[in-house]
């Protein structure tokens, strides 16, 4: 089963008249409120690498309005060299985001809070460096506690926290696997999706040529450190000319998807340079996930 991409693609590309998103737009968190598909999306300029996070919406999925400036920005020591791949949860009424808070001496999750994407609350770092990433909440508690995936590398773990502040019981959850996509390492994309079967996780893998692609799982309900399924074969990988040259050549990166009646929306950087978008039917990911 393979993710079908859309024909409006890209659908967002970077703009050369704004300083700060003139170079690159990819990794998005998704968002939907009040009829809207909202991505939060990395951006950088040409003056330098510093990540920024810019505001997209959209009634369709596949036409998105943009904003001129961004949301969220770099502020303190942590955040120096940026401010990277958002994941968005709505939890408790609010909309939590995790993303990566870069600087010259640790790459670490950071976590923020909002109810209009615009006016941000700062809870700093969650998940301490020197090394870890593509951290995303799930929308609910699990036996009473929060849960979270991040990636220390190689490997996608999981950690559990009663106030969203202080995480622990680390595990991992998925290794790379020798014979597969994800042979050198792997981590989460978006939030894990709710089914009646298990928690559908779409996530990256990454192979020895460093080709980014996606991959599906399928974790318990109720101890998500379980994995019920794994297929081998990756659901989408780098083949359009703007998924294979770009920023970084051959990425395919998710950090979020939305879901419109019987279908998955997947969003995604392409080749660190712009934003596409893909569909599945939730029962064929599902069964995929399951049986692979
Ligand atoms: C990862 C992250 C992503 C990026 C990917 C491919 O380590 O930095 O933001 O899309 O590499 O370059």
Redesign the pocket.
């Known amino acids: 089963m393979k993710l079908e991409r859309f024909a409006e693609n890209p659908l967002l590309a970077p703009v050369p008249d704004h300083a700060w998103e003139s170079r690159t737009v ?2 998005c968190g998704v968002a939907q409120q009040d009829g809207k598909i909202i991505l939060i999306y ?1 951006a950088q300029g040409t003056e330098n690498n510093v990540s920024r996070l810019g505001y997209a919406e959209s009634t369709d999925g596949r036409h998105f309005s943009r904003e001129a400036e961004p949301v969220f920005a770099p502020e303190g020591p942590d955040e120096r060299l940026g401010v ?2 958002p994941r968005l949860t709505p939890l408790d009424g609010r909309w939590q985001m995790l993303y990566t808070a870069w600087s010259p001496e640790s790459i670490q999750v950071a976590r923020a809070s909002t109810t209009d994407f615009h006016h941000w609350e700062r809870h700093g770092i969650a998940f301490p460096g020197p090394d870890n ?1 593509d951290a995303a909440l799930f929308p609910r508690k699990v036996n009473g506690r929060y849960v979270a995936f991040h990636r220390i590398p190689p490997a996608m773990w999981i950690a559990w926290s009663d106030d969203l502040e202080h995480w622990g019981d680390y595990a991992t959850i998925m290794e790379p696997r020798a014979d597969a996509f994800d042979s050198l390492k792997l981590g989460a994309g978006g939030p894990p999706i709710e089914t009646d079967e298990g928690w559908v996780v779409i996530y990256h893998g990454v192979d020895q040529d460093t080709v ?1 692609r996606l991959g599906v799982a399928l974790l318990d309900k109720d101890d998500p450190t379980k994995v019920l399924g794994r297929p081998k074969a990756a659901i989408l990988e780098p083949e359009e000319p703007w998924e294979l040259v770009g920023d ?1 050549p051959n ?1 395919v ?1 998710t950090c979020g998807t939305a879901e419109l009646g019987d279908d998955y929306l997947v969003y995604y ?1 392409g080749a ?1 340079k712009v934003i596409a978008g893909a569909r599945a039917s939730k029962r064929a990911l599902l069964d995929f996930a399951k049986n692979g």
């Open positions: 990819f990794n990395r990277e791949d990433k980014y970084i990425v990166f950087g660190d």
